[in-house]
T-cell receptor, first 113, second 115 residues
Framework: DQQVKQNSPSLSVQEGRISILNCDYT??????FLWYKKYPAEGPTFLISISSIKDKNEDGRFTVFLNKSAKHLSLHIVPSQPGDSAVYFC????????????FGIGTKLQVIP | DAGVIQSPRHEVTEMGQEVTLRCKPISGHDYLFWYRQTMMRGLELLIYFNNNVPIDDSGMPEDRFSAKMPNASFSTLKIQPSEPRDSAVYFCASKLAGGRGNEQFFGPGTRLTVL
């Protein structure tokens, strides 16, 4: 049972446009959310996170939005660059177990020059 | 810092053989995690350690899987006997308690193929 769901296996976006990656979760105990980026033949690297006390967190071109009532979060990349082409993993953890992080299956983003 | 180091990077073995994957975490990190990545299930947490002590091994799929952390700078994940369905990429990650945004640092992974 996937507690963190990334329903879009892939996404293609033109360079300079906005990329929106979506993630849904089912476990209401989750209160901390993360996005990781992964290039081929490398391990995932941390990108951005958000606590459930917030609904938005921004870091440069990357913004994560959290809608707790819908159990939904999204990652916006503006503007998208070819170097952003990678697999993006959504992840979540719960209070009292922050070390245990549940990941989605990932969304492959391709930014077309 | 060299980051998290994993060896080997690729492993091809035959069904029934023992496989040992190795990990050296970032110096000073007090948490170590083992994950498995497959197309169908994404990244799954297998087990994690805190200060060399196993804390949660509920993700270990079967008794064929075992993990150890004899000291702060080394951990192994062993599969005995291996089966074709164990084929996957295995990642090791480490983390400093109270680190930025609950960030884990991942190694490059070991791609395991069991024939």
């Amino acid at each position: 049972d996937q507690q963190v769901k990334q329903n879009s296996p892939s996404l293609s976006v033109q360079e300079g446009r906005i990329s929106i990656l979506n993630c849904d979760y089912t476990n209401s105990m989750f209160d901390y959310f993360l996005w990781y980026k992964k290039y081929p033949a490398e391990g995932p690297t941390f990108l951005i996170s958000i606590s459930s006390i917030k609904d938005k967190n921004e870091d440069g071109r990357f913004t994560v939005f959290l809608n707790k009532s819908a159990k939904h979060l999204s990652l916006h990349i503006v503007p998208s660059q070819p170097g952003d082409s990678a697999v993006y993993f959504c992840a979540a953890s719960a209070s009292g177990g922050y070390q245990k992080v549940t990941f989605g299956i990932g969304t492959k983003l391709q930014v077309i020059p | 810092d060299a980051g998290v180091i994993q060896s080997p990077r690729h492993e091809v073995t035959e069904m029934g053989q023992e496989v040992t994957l190795r990990c050296k975490p970032i110096s000073g990190h007090d948490y170590l995690f083992w994950y498995r990545q497959t197309m169908m299930r994404g990244l799954e947490l297998l087990i994690y350690f805190n200060n060399n002590v196993p804390i949660d091994d509920s993700g270990m799929p079967e008794d064929r899987f075992s993990a150890k952390m004899p000291n702060a700078s080394f951990s192994t994940l062993k599969i005995q006997p291996s089966e074709p369905r164990d084929s996957a990429v295995y990642f090791c990650a480490s983390k400093l308690a109270g680190g930025r945004g609950n960030e884990q640092f991942f190694g490059p992974g070991t791609r395991l193929t069991v024939l």
